[in-house]
Every structure is written in C-alpha cells, then in structure tokens.
C-alpha cells in the first residue's frame, strides 16, 4: 500500500522491518537523552531515534521527524530551516520532559548529498527548490517515513502530538497505524537566504507555515537590536477608533483575525499592555487558539493602578508590571503578594514610565521579541517614540466614532511603513508592514 511520501506493506509491519542496534545515554544543552540506532531492513539505511523520558506505552508523546539535513544540522546552513527545526524541536521536548525524535537518513528531501549540492547550484541560476529537484530527475519530495513509524512501533508509542509543519507526515503517520492527536508547529525565522525557500514549502508543498507571522518580513533580515524586536498589533474600526469611548471594552476582530492574534502572540518572547487596557478589558493575554508558548505579560503602570483581582494574576507566567521610582511601596508589597512583579524604572521627561527603559530590562531578561497591544496611549508612545520594527493592524468593517488608536502627537512625527501588504481574514482586513523613520 502507497502514498505519496509513505509506502509500507502489511507484511513488513507484521515482521521485523527495523532492528535495533544499540543505545547510548546522550547528555546535550536541552538534558539528557538516550540515542537508539536502528537498522531498516525496508531502504537498507541506519536510522536514529534521539529519546527523554519514558515513552512505551504511553499516548500524546511529543515527537519530532526529523529528515537529515547535514548542511543546516552540522554546519548551520543558513539556506533552510532544518537546523532551528531541530533544536527548537529538542527544546520542547526537553521542557515537555518526555518525547522522541526520530532522525531518519534521508539527505535532501531523500535525493542525497551529492544532488542537494547540485540542486542549489540550480537555485543559484534561479530556480527553486522544488524545480531544482525535477531537473535532476527526482521527485520534489523523495521522502519515506516508513521506518519512521517502524520505530515509533518497536518505542510502543501508542499516540502522538508531532512537531511538524508537514501535512505529509501527518498523513503517513496516521495510515501507518500511529494516531496523531495533535499539530504543533515549527516555525524559524526567516532570512534573506531562506525566504524564497520556505515560500516554496508554502506554495508548492502544502507546508503549513504562516510566513506573515514571522518576526522578519518578506525575507528582509533585521539589523541586531540593542532591544527587543517590537510588533504593534491592535485592532481598529475604519474609522481608525479602537473603542467606543474611553475605559470601555470594544471587540473588533473577528475569529479569524483572533486567531491569527494568537499566532502572533506565540511567536513573541513577551507581550505588553498599558495599564488602561487592564482596567478596561481585563486581559489574560495568553495564547489559547492555538498551539505555542505563552508570552511574558508586562504591564507599564506609573502609579500602580493594576487590580489585584486582575486575570493577569492567574497567567501561567508571572506579570511583570513597569512602573517609576516614585511608585507607592505599600501597593507594590500588596501586588507582589498577589503574585505580580513589579519592576521599578526611570521616568520619561514627561514623568511617565520610560518605555526605552523598559525595553532595556526586557533586553536585559533574555526577552528578544515583544508585541505590544495598547492602548491608545501605549500605541501613540511606542510609535512617537520610533520603539516600533513591525505592525499588524486589524481593520473591522465597522463605523465607531469613538477613541482613536494614535492621539496627542504633540510635534512628534510617526514613522513611516515598509513592505505594505494587505490579507483578507474574515470579513476583516489585516494591515502589515515594516516600520521606518518618520519625516
């Protein structure tokens, strides 16, 4: 029985299609592992599977196929994702404690070495990778997971959550006998030498990647920051009001939009509100539509107004709440005991909180990424202050007349935006693009 990417015979499932060589305790950056070497009897290749924790027997196991990649796993190619795919993959694995990555020896989507060289010679003269491939008379994707299942088998992994953006694994891995409960996603950043390359998987291989939601855009690589890279997202009437008035909750976005929100939210280290946008909406800013990791919350409140009863008392990460040096003590000992962080910082020449000064702890934290959400005062101050690199703005078709998004300029200029492109979600429109310097 054959499909595309997965071939296997009852008969090889009833046998022994795989032997298991030998193991070895292997001790890496992301914890301890046991590494198994197995020989597949069905493509006469050494295959490994990379195992925490324990797995027989067990249902929802995290796992990862990993197909050989010796230019991006040894070297750290910068022309795929397969190296970042691979470390982030043993990096929720070793967060999850338990899970498997099955490494399987098929070099260049299964064509070897030698043409995957070849083939990116061709992609040098402008052709992509999938065309590239059939130049050499092979397929765009040569891939087999066959032993890939073997193994789960011979592990006795009952269920899976895999880590792919494949839909063809998915696929294999359900006619093979091995239930995939759930998707979760990988995605890298992109780069200018790996742009064109994920836009293929895209376009050409079904890869489930969302490329607009990648902190770098359109392929164009971003300077190092001396702060976190920043997103400003929020939605927004036509009328450019994000409220009907002050201090009241407006829902804008439609579930579309929502969703990709949450995407957006999983792709970033933290994610900030104004002290307004909790007393109005009381937020819980996780990430709950789809699969990922949930941002630290940060809340910038000069005078410490945040409720103690607020949900962000209950996010699975500690709030850190950004407020001055003349804050009142006797308040931050109550929203410390409430489980809140509050971290005490210079004040802007206006005597609100420095928002530089902000990113500069975040920097300092090991926080790289942050999307921030408003309000109205937090989007005007952010964007006056040039702290914004990307925007993401949700556009309902409604009329409101109420607050709008960017108030009080006061002689500050706004930027500028980049690499403008629209996406139809919904009935919303989404706005995206780079951010540049005012005029």
């Known amino acids: 029985m054959c499909r595309p990417g997965f071939c296997y015979t009852l008969g090889a499932m009833e046998g022994k299609p795989i032997e298991h060589m030998t193991s070895a305790r292997i001790p890496t950056d992301f914890g301890l592992f046991q590494l198994a070497l197995y020989r597949s009897h069905t493509d006469d290749k050494?295959?490994?599977a990379l195992v925490m924790g324990e797995v027989a027997g067990?249902?929802?196991?995290?796992?990862?196929?990993?197909?050989?990649?010796?230019?991006?796993?040894?070297?750290?190619?910068?022309?795929?994702?397969?190296?970042?795919?691979?470390?982030h993959a043993?990096?929720?694995?070793?967060?999850a404690g338990r899970g498997v990555i099955v490494y399987l020896r098929q070099e260049g989507r299964g064509i070897g070495l030698a043409d995957k060289l070849r083939a990116y010679n061709l992609q040098e003269m402008g052709y992509d990778t999938v065309d590239a491939n059939l130049m050499l008379g092979h397929q765009a994707d040569a891939r087999d997971y066959t032993a890939a299942a073997h193994i789960l088998h011979d592990l006795d992994v009952r269920s899976v959550k895999l880590l792919t953006n494949n839909p063809d694994k998915i696929a294999g891995m359900q006619a093979a006998g091995i239930p995939v409960v759930a998707r979760l996603p990988l995605t890298t950043a992109v780069t200018p030498e790996n742009a064109a390359y994920l836009k293929t998987k895209v376009e050409k291989m079904r890869h489930l990647l969302d490329l607009d939601t990648m902190l770098v855009a359109n392929g164009v690589a971003r300077p190092l920051l001396s702060r976190p890279f920043v997103t400003l997202s929020y939605a927004q009437s036509l009328d450019g009001s994000i409220a009907a008035r002050r201090?009241?909750?407006?829902?804008?976005?439609?579930?579309?939009?929502?969703?990709?929100?949450?995407?957006?939210?999983?792709?970033?280290?933290?994610?900030?509100?104004?002290?307004?946008?909790?007393?109005a909406d009381d937020p819980r800013l996780t990430v709950r539509l789809v699969d990922g990791d949930q941002p630290q919350p940060v809340v910038v409140d000069g005078r410490l107004r945040f409720p103690l009863t607020a949900q962000l008392l209950q996010h699975p990460k500690r709030p850190f709440i950004m407020t001055t040096t003349q804050a009142d003590e006797s308040r931050q000992r109550d929203l410390e005991s409430a489980g809140a962080e509050v971290i005490r910082v210079a004040a802007a020449p206006d005597g609100r909180v420095s928002l530089s000064a902000v990113l500069a702890i975040l920097q300092g934290r090991g926080l790289r990424s942050l999307?921030?959400?408003?309000?109205?005062?937090i989007i005007t101050s952010f964007l006056t202050a040039h702290l914004v690199d990307r925007v993401v703005i949700t556009i309902a078709p409604r009329l409101l007349g109420g607050l709008p998004a960017i108030?009080?300029?006061?002689?500050?200029?706004?930027p500028t935006l980049h690499n403008a492109h629209y996406r139809q979600l919904g009935a919303d429109m989404v706005l995206m693009g780079d951010v540049g310097a005012g005029g």
Do not use: K
Not at 90 to 95: L, V, Y
Not at 371 to 377: D, K, N, P, R
Not at 407 to 414: E, S
């Open 407 to 414: 108030t009080y300029l006061n002689g500050h200029t706004l």
């Open 58 to 87: 067990q249902t929802e196991v995290l796992v990862r196929i990993h197909s050989e990649c010796f230019t991006g796993d040894v070297l750290g190619s910068r022309r795929c994702d397969c190296g970042p795919q691979l470390r």
């Open 90 to 95: 043993m990096q929720q694995i070793a967060g």
């Open 46 to 48: 050494e295959h490994l």
């Open 371 to 377: 999307m921030v959400e408003g309000g109205a005062q």
């Open 247 to 279: 201090g009241q909750p407006t829902p804008l976005s439609g579930p579309e939009a929502m969703h990709m929100t949450h995407h957006l939210r999983a792709s970033h280290d933290a994610i900030l509100v104004g002290i307004g946008t909790v007393l």
